[in-house]
Each structure stands twice: as C-alpha cells, then as structure tokens.
C-alpha cells in the first residue's frame, strides 16, 4: 500500500504548496550550478553542504544535488545547464504553466506520496527550481544492476504501483527507470510528479487502460531488467 513517507506523518508542511514553503533563495542567474545554488544560500546565512551530486540531464530539472542545509537533507531540483538547444526558453515555459505545483499535487493524488517541499529557488525573478525532502533509497534501474532487487522482483512492484496508480486515476507518461525508486523497506514508489497525468474522460473507460499501463511499465523496465 502506498503511503506517505513515515517522516511525513504530523508534518504540517507536508503537501504545502510551493508559495508556502518556508525557505526563499535568491539565484542571480538560471540555468545555474548546485555550486552557485550553495554560494548563494551561504551568502544568505544557511550552513549548507554538498552530499553528492545526483544527476545531469536535458530535463528542466536536469541538476540535481544531494544537499545538507542547516542540518537537513534535502535535494535541490533547479534549471539544468543543457536545456534541449531547440527549446531555449523550454523551462521558463515550463515554470509559468505551474509545472512544479502540479507535480506535487499530482504525486500526492497519485501515490499518496509527497515530497516536503523546503525552499523554492528563484532567479530574476522566477522560480527556477525547488529544494525537496531527501527521501532515502535508490533508483530502480541502479538497485537492479547492482543486485540490491531480482529483475524479476522489480518488475512485479513496477508492476504494483501502476495498478495503484490507475486505481487513483491517473496514468504514467514520459517515465523513465530512474524515476521509480527502491526504498530500504522494499518498497518501489514513483518520485517524479512530472511523469503522471490525470486519465480523460475517454481513458477512464477504456477498458484496456490499465494493460496499457502495464506493458508501458514492462517496455519502460525492459533495458535495465531484460526480455
């Protein structure tokens, strides 16, 4: 069963919206760095240090940063430097659509899990990015390959959280392993509300919805778990 992270439970900022988070970081330029992102909170009085860097993509969230800040740990999701070269402006677009709203509310009507939001990061102006609870685990796709999860023990979970997913009405869109996490406990959950959208009308008929879900999950899993 899904549920909140147990650090959550009692937590009144769980599931706050971004405009109540309770940290403000004023960047002065985007994309920027996790080093320029840990200057400038330095330079407002925050004790921060770098745990580990976690990834580097073309997504708007491309730079992501294990951080401790005032002894809590947190992941900082801000610009990345390598936007697509055809879509420039494609995270600014993304930022005034609401996008990281959005992805908050749609992991918690989705799985019921939502990461704290801790500050919201801002540069000329906009919002640029976020610092979310560190949830602990490890990404599906590396907990298979290293042996900490079976392939086959993987793909049931995937599996799980699918039909947990549809059954709240919701869908898988644009995911990828890394966006499924295996926590210590065992448990897979989805860490990214950006890969979820609500069903249409249309979808939620469809008989065939929730297979279609499933081989989405199967082909998703496929590289990392094998035919």
């Known amino acids: 069963m899904l549920s909140y992270d147990p650090k959550l439970e009692g937590d009144p900022l769980a599931g706050q919206s971004i405009s109540q988070v309770r940290l403000r970081i004023e960047m002065e330029r985007s994309p920027a760095t996790v080093e320029e992102l840990i200057a400038a909170m330095q330079a407002q009085g925050h004790d921060v240090e770098l745990i580990s860097m976690k990834a580097a993509g073309v997504r708007p969230f491309g730079v992501l940063g294990h951080i401790r800040v005032d002894g809590r740990e947190c992941i900082s999701k801000i610009a990345g430097e390598h936007l697509p070269e055809d879509h420039p402006d494609y995270f600014e677009a993304f930022i005034r659509q609401g996008a990281i709203e959005q992805e908050y509310e ?24 976020v610092l979310r609870q560190f949830i ?38 644009d995911c990828e392993p890394n966006n499924l996490w295996l926590k210590p406990n065992g448990e897979v959950i989805l860490i990214e509300g950006q890969c979820l959208v609500p069903y249409t009308d249309k979808e939620r008929n ?22």
């Open 106 to 129: 749609g992991l918690k009507a989705a799985t019921g899990l939502t990461p704290q939001l801790i500050g919201e990061i801002v540069a000329e102006g906009q919002t640029v990015g």
């Open 136 to 173: 602990e685990g490890t990404p599906l796709a590396d907990a298979i390959k290293s042996g900490q999860i079976e392939p086959a023990e993987a793909l049931r979970k995937a599996l799980e959280l699918a039909q947990e997913i549809n059954d709240r009405k919701y869908r898988l869109w």
């Open 206 to 227: 469809n008989p065939r919805q929730l297979e279609d879900q499933k081989n989405f999950v199967k082909e998703m899993l496929e590289p990392v778990i094998g035919s």
